[in-house]
């Protein structure tokens, strides 16, 4: 099975896989080799790629997905391997997204929207093993 992530500036990921965990708007899916033709909107959220026993992790935010034949494609606003978010980061997103003034409805509709996806980035970065720095 192949997986083949798209973003709006690039292809952004081509790699085989023995199975694919994909959010999507209101649950995740999982896809094996042999999985039905699917056609299903992304939510914000884990993309699990798993192949030859080894599990890479990465957060993707919305989009579509696409299953034919043994290949599957994600469309998505934006893709990031899961251990590239950085959790202090996020964390003062989290707090600003939240202070953020909301007046209209527009306004309050952003705000709750920053908050979901940031809150979202949290949840895939903390499921990443932690590892020594780089710099010890």
């Known amino acids: 099975m192949q997986c083949i992530v798209v973003t709006p500036e690039k292809s952004w990921l081509d790699e085989p896989a023995d199975f694919v965990a994909v959010p999507l708007a209101d649950g995740e899916i999982g896809i094996a080799p042999g999985h039905t033709p699917l056609i299903g909107r992304l939510g914000a959220g884990e ?12 957060y993707v935010e919305s989009g579509f997905v696409e299953v034919v034949s043994d290949v599957v494609t994600l469309l998505t606003n934006r893709a990031v391997p899961a251990q590239d978010l950085k959790m202090e980061v996020l964390q003062v997103q ?3 997204a939240r202070e953020r003034p909301a007046r209209t409805p527009d ?3 952003q705000r709750e929207r920053a908050v979901a996806l940031t809150r979202a980035q949290l949840r895939v970065a903390r499921r990443v093993p932690s590892s020594h720095s780089p710099h010890s």
Not at 47 to 58: A, N, V
């Open 107 to 109: 306004e309050i509709e």
């Open 47 to 58: 993309l699990r790629i798993t192949h030859e026993g080894k599990t890479s992790r990465y």
């Open 94 to 96: 989290l707090d600003a």
